[in-house]
């Protein structure tokens, strides 16, 4: 699918930015600190938010190409029946999950847009440093929405199903 192809490669330029970011941000407050003593109050804090963004998108990337862990000794040993219920089953729980946890988060980042919280360093409101958490949770589901739909296909064409090791785009 072409939309979740892109949703990918946007999450990989994202890793990439944001390592990068980090790298920089990082490396330019340890001279400034060893050799001018200086620095600046305010890194310490994007540098962590930075490391959620790129934590989250690493995760939904992790989704998409199926290298997360996971243990399917005990489907394989069920009759083929209930071995098709079980690749059906684990991209529903997946999308139901990350739904879920998008909707949650989208609550939690209103909540604190409502109280108005900004943080004590750089002054930003605290929602605008965790609007990411709902937007990565959507996109692990939009990515589960693709394994069930692959699984799906797989299913009508009567192709052999496994659980998807790892996926090159």
């Not at 862990?69 to 040993?77: L, S």
């Not at 693709?146 to 296909?153: F, G, I, N």
Request: hydrophobic share 55%.
């Amino acid at each position: 699918m072409m939309i979740n192809r892109m949703i990918y490669h946007f999450e990989r330029w994202l890793i990439i930015l944001t390592f990068v970011f980090i790298f920089c941000l990082s490396f330019l407050q340890v001279i400034l600190r060893y050799f001018f003593n200086a620095g600046f109050a305010w890194v310490p804090e994007i540098v962590v938010f930075a490391f959620i963004i790129l934590t989250l998108a690493a995760a939904s990337t992790g989704v998409k190409s199926g290298v997360h862990i996971g243990v399917d000794v005990i489907v394989k040993i069920l009759p083929a029946r209930f071995q098709t219920f079980c690749y059906f089953l684990t991209p529903i729980a997946g999308l139901v999950l990350y739904f879920f946890m998008s909707f949650l988060t989208y609550r939690f980042v209103l909540s604190f847009k409502d109280m108005g919280q900004v943080s004590t360093i750089t002054e930003l409101p605290v929602w605008m440093m965790i609007a990411y958490l709902p937007i990565s949770f959507f996109l692990m589901g939009i990515h589960y929405c693709e394994s069930l739909w692959e699984t799906w296909q797989k299913h009508k064409k009567g192709e052999p199903m496994e659980v998807k090791i790892r996926e090159h785009i």
